[in-house]
């Protein structure tokens, strides 16, 4: 029996692999049942959690607590969003609003990126010895310090592009406070929340925990507050002192400064320095997809109809994103440990799957859709709670509001779910990691998803008030009959 032949087992079957550090697949005995020659037996540790044995209720217990904590942030971002762009700098630098579904998702970008990765290097043994784990650890944050610097220069031009192309003057001290600003936030932001990206997989590691279960959460329930924060006071900062001609090139030019010191970091991991090479078209293109939804964002903020839409964007495109780079991850780690790059398991086959089997069959990664699916209604009427409670006048509040705001939520992570499954698949099948292609494309992709949905949920309730005549907005009807 060869290799391919002996990883087509589904994993109820056989029970979960003894570890695919070793690069090394177990033989098959004459009687086709797998055996692993005893210098490969590793007993004491397991080098992974047994995903083909959790069930429902273990996969709930251990999103749901982090996923609660992520809402939590995302609701200080969008309570945060709806403060800063009164801000001066926000007000008078327009394309700034444009930048922010970018820059804070890069998050999807770069930070569940990484830890998708070491989610998956944990489970699979790569990072119990010391000495190999302080090479992976270093040679990943030094990669996302570079990205880091790359992705927020580009995510600056394309604001400004839209900007122009939307019928915006082009000032240039403005566009040097937005550069500046992006590549100052993007850099500190990648530092701060990779570090705690690292902390957390070794924790859970440690604690016998899934982190492909809790570290994406916690990513998404920082990674919005720190991101719109250093945006917010590196921006504002810039724009006080935008006469100061050559301050902004100077600080630009001192930070990118590091990044070939990074890239002679990350050299010495040799997946990490495939990523550096190939791995740029997922992180730049899910960048300019969040970028139209920025664009949405700034076109929609400042109108009536939309008021407090603000609030709920960084929730509806956090819990989005929160939601499918746990799934994606889970799918990656999956395959990871029961295949080969190129290779699907035969119960895998389709490149597309049936929605069905997606979110009703008996899989391990359908039983977590289903968590994941059922975690969204609850979730966002816990978001919405806390908003309504800490803003009160500046949210609709009617039932109608709130049926099409959860019904919005529902579609967006439904779409998301389903297109994990798929790139997944796709991505695995062209023989890439799926932890480094599909998290940028499925998060940026929720950013427009959730701010076009959302945009249209506010509309919706504002053309209904308007025609049972409860928008206090509108005109009265013309003349007395």
Not at 251 to 268: D, E, G, H, N, R
Not at 314 to 325: E, H, K, R, S
Not at 363 to 380: K, Y
Request: with cysteine; charged share 15%.
């Amino acid at each position: 029996m060869d290799g391919t032949e002996t990883r087509q087992r589904r994993p109820e079957e056989l029970g979960l692999l003894h570890g695919l550090s070793t690069g090394r697949l177990p033989e098959a005995s004459e009687d086709g049942l797998l055996s692993v020659p005893e210098s490969q037996r590793v007993a004491p540790k397991p080098l992974g959690p047994e995903l083909s044995r959790e069930t429902t209720l273990s996969i709930g217990l251990q999103v749901t607590v982090p996923f609660l904590f992520a809402g939590l942030g995302l609701s200080g971002a969008g309570i945060l969003l709806n403060y800063f762009q009164h801000w001066p700098v926000f007000t008078e630098v327009k394309d700034l609003l444009t930048l922010v579904p970018p820059l804070v998702g890069l998050k999807g970008n770069l930070e569940m990126t990484l830890a998708s990765r070491l989610s998956t290097a944990a489970n699979t043994g790569q990072i119990d010895d010391p000495q190999e784990q302080h090479r992976v650890i270093s040679s990943n944050l030094a990669l996302i310090q570079v990205q880091a610097t790359v992705v927020g220069l580009l995510a600056a031009v394309a604001a400004l592009l839209l900007g122009a192309a939307s019928g915006q003057e082009l000032d240039v001290v403005e566009a040097e406070v937005l550069c500046a600003s992006s590549v100052i936030t993007a850099l500190l932001a990648a530092c701060a929340l990779g570090m705690l990206m690292v902390c957390i997989v070794i924790g859970a590691r440690k604690l016998g925990v899934n982190p492909d279960n809790i570290a994406t959460p916690i990513a998404a329930s920082l990674g919005d507050l720190i991101t719109l924060s250093l945006l917010a006071f590196v921006s504002s900062f810039f724009h006080k002192h935008r006469d100061s001609r050559y301050l902004m090139p100077l600080v630009c030019v001192s930070f990118t400064a590091l990044t070939p010191m990074c890239i002679l970091v990350a050299k010495q991991n040799p997946p990490v320095v495939k990523i550096l090479k190939f791995g740029w078209f997922p992180i730049v293109l899910a960048m300019l997809v969040s970028s139209f939804g920025g664009l949405i964002l700034n076109k929609t903020i400042s109108k009536q109809q939309f008021r407090g839409m603000a609030i709920f964007a960084p929730i509806i495109c956090g819990v989005g994103g929160n939601l499918v780079a746990i799934q994606t991850s889970r799918i990656s780690t999956y395959l990871h440990l029961w295949s080969t790059p190129g290779v699907l398991p035969l119960w895998m086959k389709k490149c597309w799957p049936n929605p069905r089997s997606t979110f009703c069959s008996s899989e391990i990664n359908s039983t977590s859709a289903r968590v994941l699916l059922f975690l969204v209604v609850p979730g966002h009427l816990i978001f919405f709670s806390i908003i309504h409670l800490v803003e009160g006048q500046s949210v609709p509040d009617d039932k109608t509001f709130v049926g099409l705001y959860l019904l919005a939520g529902l579609v967006q992570v439904t779409i998301l779910l389903y297109l994990a499954e798929a790139t997944v698949r796709l991505t695995w099948n062209q023989a890439l990691d799926p932890d480094d292609h599909c998290i940028p494309y499925l998060t940026g992709l929720g950013d427009l998803l959730g701010t076009s949905l959302l945009a249209l949920c506010f509309l919706a309730h504002w053309l209904l008030r308007s025609e049972t005549g409860l928008d206090g907005t509108s005109e009265p009807a013309s003349g007395p009959s």
